[in-house]
T-cell receptor, first 113, second 114 residues
Framework: GEQVEQRPPHLSVREGDSAVITCTYT??????FFWYKQEPGASLQLLMK?????EINEGQGFTVLLNKKDKRLSLNLTAAHPGDSAAYFC????????????FGSGTQLTVMP | DAGVTQTPRHEVAEKGQTIILKCEPV?????LFWYRQTKIQGLELLSY????????DGGAFKDRFKAEMLNSSFSTLKIQPTEPKDSAVYLC????????????FGPGTRLTVL
């Protein structure tokens, strides 16, 4: 079945710097990809949903890139600020039709002032 | 529109007790998921229901964990008997299903087993 590897597990950047989190997956038939944000003590909040037909998706203060050839999904926070400090999880849909999501192990991002 | 609700938010149990966690999915969602979240293991899928039918029963969690969905708007997760290693945050999520894969998560229940 699908396997998702997320790197790095921990990331510290200074305010204003960019932060990049990457996930690699194994199933070339995967079609839907997700990024979730989890602030301390809170639950997972959907950040963005990406279809495999679109390679670049921009949100508020971040960009999601999908490289289907390398089976790599990345989240790039541009000009990070302390409010971005949180855990980030990627998730990939199971292409077998079960509609389950396979989650990465998470990245704890700390943005220092 | 109300999101996923979970009760209680915090639960403290003695080893060997039975505890029941509750979840109400987003109205109209067909799929419901129970996860356990720990720092070491990350997110682990415990159970998955589609239109109230159990699709995934949690594999290694089967012996002491039992999830039920008696109607489309309510699910429970029973842990019996509890053990200290069950201390974790238990998350419930729901999805529209039918090709819409994004899951919406509840606030979670933090369980501490002494």
């Amino acid at each position: 079945g699908e396997q998702v590897e997320q790197r790095p597990p921990h990331l510290s950047v200074r305010e204003g710097d960019s932060a990049v989190i990457t996930c690699t997956y194994t199933d070339p038939n995967s079609y839907y990809f997700f990024w979730y944000k989890q602030e301390p003590g809170a639950s997972l909040q959907l950040l963005m949903k990406v279809f495999s037909s679109t390679e670049i998706n921009e949100g508020q203060g971040f960009t999601v890139l999908l490289n289907k050839k390398d089976k790599r999904l990345s989240l790039n926070l541009t000009a990070a600020h302390p409010g971005d400090s949180a855990a980030y999880f990627c998730a990939v849909s199971d292409s077998s039709g079960s509609w389950q999501l396979i989650f990465g192990s998470g990245t704890q991002l700390t943005v220092m002032p | 529109d109300a999101g996923v609700t979970q009760t209680p938010r915090h639960e403290v149990a003695e080893k060997g007790q039975t505890i029941i966690l509750k979840c109400e999915p987003v109205s109209g969602h067909n799929d419901l998921f129970w996860y356990r979240q720990t720092k070491i293991q990350g997110l682990e899928l415990l159970s998955y229901f589609r239109s109230k039918s159990l699709m995934e029963d949690g594999g290694a969690f089967k012996d002491r964990f039992k999830a039920e969905m008696l109607n489309s708007s309510f699910s429970t997760l029973k842990i019996q008997p509890t053990e200290p290693k069950d201390s974790a945050v238990y998350l419930c999520a729901s999805s529209l299903g039918q090709g819409a894969y994004e899951q919406y998560f509840g606030p979670g229940t933090r369980l501490t087993v002494l």
